[in-house]
């Protein structure tokens, strides 16, 4: 099933796995020029966004009671790889800029992050919106994009992005390779 906004009305996914095929796609982009030690997966469902580093991995999933957004200590990593949920119902922030804004607040501001998001997240935005001062002012700089087709996620037609945080070893864009 599609979920489009006519037939499918206030029915939206709460879970929807990263394809494997992106997955192995973001490993090969990242491995080619970062070897981080400790990475950051803070809503990690079953691990198949890290699981191919051979690196310690943090990992945060509420649904093993582990939730991100309630962390208060700093933690240390080279590296915060996340898919965030696309939506978790506080208020009109989008998700994908609550994680952002707690990876920020827990790690720092000059820690690489990759993060897949709704193109809204970066391009949905208006002069004066607070998200547009904060991308401007208080996030770091997007140093490359991943372009993702439309139906990157199984049984959802949304459109999606990689953005990829203070990791200039990359090219300023990639276009995904689909292997399958």
Same mark, same amino acid.
């Given at each position: 099933m599609v979920y489009n906004k006519k037939e499918n009305k206030g029915q939206?996914?709460? %879970? @929807?796995?990263?394809?494997?095929?992106?997955?192995?796609? +973001?490993?090969?982009?990242?491995?080619?020029h970062y070897k981080p030690e400790i990475i950051l997966d803070p809503c990690c469902g079953d691990g198949r966004l890290t699981n191919k580093f051979n690196s310690k991995i943090i990992?945060?999933?509420?649904?093993? %009671?582990?939730?991100? +957004?309630?962390? @208060?200590?700093? +933690?240390e990593c080279d590296l915060c790889i996340m898919n965030p949920p696309f939506n978790i119902g506080q208020?009109?922030?989008?998700s994908v800029e609550v994680f952002m804004d707690k990876v920020l607040e827990l790690c720092g501001k000059d820690i690489p992050i990759v993060l897949i998001t709704p193109m809204g997240f970066? +391009?949905?935005?208006?002069?004066?919106?607070?998200r547009w001062k904060k991308m401007k002012k208080d996030y770091p700089e997007i140093t490359s994009i991943l372009s993702l087709p439309l139906d990157t996620f199984e049984d959802t037609l949304f459109h999606t992005e990689v953005l990829f945080f203070n990791m200039s070893k990359l090219k300023p864009h990639y276009f995904i390779n689909i292997k399958n």
């Amino acid at each position: 099933m599609v979920y489009n906004k006519k037939e499918n009305k206030g029915q939206k996914r709460s %879970d @929807t796995p990263t394809p494997i095929w992106l997955c192995d796609n +973001l490993h090969e982009i990242i491995a080619e020029h970062y070897k981080p030690e400790i990475i950051l997966d803070p809503c990690c469902g079953d691990g198949r966004l890290t699981n191919k580093f051979n690196s310690k991995i943090i990992q945060y999933e509420i649904k093993q %009671d582990k939730d991100f +957004l309630k962390e @208060t200590k700093k +933690l240390e990593c080279d590296l915060c790889i996340m898919n965030p949920p696309f939506n978790i119902g506080q208020g009109r922030k989008l998700s994908v800029e609550v994680f952002m804004d707690k990876v920020l607040e827990l790690c720092g501001k000059d820690i690489p992050i990759v993060l897949i998001t709704p193109m809204g997240f970066r +391009l949905n935005q208006r002069k004066h919106s607070a998200r547009w001062k904060k991308m401007k002012k208080d996030y770091p700089e997007i140093t490359s994009i991943l372009s993702l087709p439309l139906d990157t996620f199984e049984d959802t037609l949304f459109h999606t992005e990689v953005l990829f945080f203070n990791m200039s070893k990359l090219k300023p864009h990639y276009f995904i390779n689909i292997k399958n």
